[in-house]
């Protein structure tokens, strides 16, 4: 990530309501960082996101039937898991 201003070549403004401002301001103060900083760096995160969960791939169509395949078949008995699960969890209600 680019840090430094001298390297930020362009520049950008937001409207945001006072209270938006307010609770940004306040985030950046717990982050140690400028609210320029924290918005810049959080907007990046956003958009990586958003940019990653409309990547696609392309595999050949053999894989992709041996995707499909993968998909079509019963759950694996894993006993582990069954005894974790089937023991209250720490979020359960100790009453019930």
């Known amino acids: 990530m680019i840090t430094t201003k001298e390297n930020r070549e362009t520049r950008f403004s937001i409207r945001a309501t006072v209270k938006q401002k307010e609770l940004i301001a306040r985030a950046a103060l717990r982050s140690n960082k400028t609210i320029s900083e924290f918005v810049l760096e959080n907007i990046i995160e956003a ?45 359960d209600d100790p009453q019930s």
Do not use: M
């Open 47 to 91: 958009a990586e996101a958003l940019e990653l969960d409309n990547a696609d791939f392309v595999v050949s169509r053999k894989k992709h039937k041996a995707f499909l395949a993968a998909l079509d078949e019963p759950p694996k008995s894993i006993p582990a898991l069954r005894k974790l699960f089937s023991e209250p969890s720490v979020l």
